[in-house]
């Protein structure tokens, strides 16, 4: 399936675009306070961000994979990204948020992952998600705790394409189809 444009009170979910190079560059791929916790390393070139929304664009009729933009409704900002995969380490379906620093602490992630978790369960049947964060992060665990999800265990959580190794917790949502 290919990933849909969704919906909320105040965001647009879609797929990502090629015009959206500058926007995601600059709004958190060059932050390095964004990419601290992060599995990826923040991009000090734009080309990096070129070969990212690539990637992307090759996702985007997978249907394991569904990447979104978050889009500000009012002023159709880009302010960053959620994702839903099947994820093999796990066996099950992951989630992942980002957004520009601009943007932290207003309940945009947690808004924009309550309506794909909703996509999940009701077009692809999900019924479990795993989500995992550094321990330093605890703002990430408490949107997954908004989410539903609870701790499972304590986990090795790698961050900046693996060059750094945290203390990490992974979550778990049990949900009906």
């Known amino acids: ?5 969704l919906e909320t009170d105040r965001l647009i979910l879609r797929p990502f675009n090629t015009a959206d190079v500058q926007d995601v560059f600059c709004c958190w791929e060059s932050d390095a306070d964004v990419a601290k916790y ?3 390393s923040s991009h000090n070139d734009i080309e990096k961000t070129k070969e990212w929304i690539s990637f992307e664009l090759e996702q ?20 960053g990204t959620g994702l839903i995969y099947y994820e093999d380490e796990v066996s099950c379906w992951e989630i992942g948020y980002n957004l520009g620093k601009k943007y932290w602490g207003k ?3 947690t808004e ?14 999900v019924t479990e998600i795993v989500g995992r964060f550094a321990k330093e992060n605890p703002n990430s665990g408490n949107v997954m705790q908004k989410l539903g999800f609870k701790y499972e265990k304590d ?3 790698e961050c900046n394409n693996g060059t750094i190794h945290r203390n990490g917790m992974q979550y778990r949502l049990y949900l009906k189809c």
Do not use: C
């Open 1 to 5: 399936m290919k990933t849909p444009i």
């Open 112 to 125: 924009a992952m309550k309506e794909i978790i909703r996509f999940a369960v009701q077009e692809l049947h």
């Open 38 to 40: 992060m599995f990826w």
């Open 107 to 109: 309940g945009y992630t």
């Open 155 to 157: 986990i090795d959580y």
């Open 60 to 79: 985007i009729s997978k249907n394991d994979w569904y990447r979104f933009a978050i889009v500000l409704k009012e002023t159709n900002e880009l302010i």
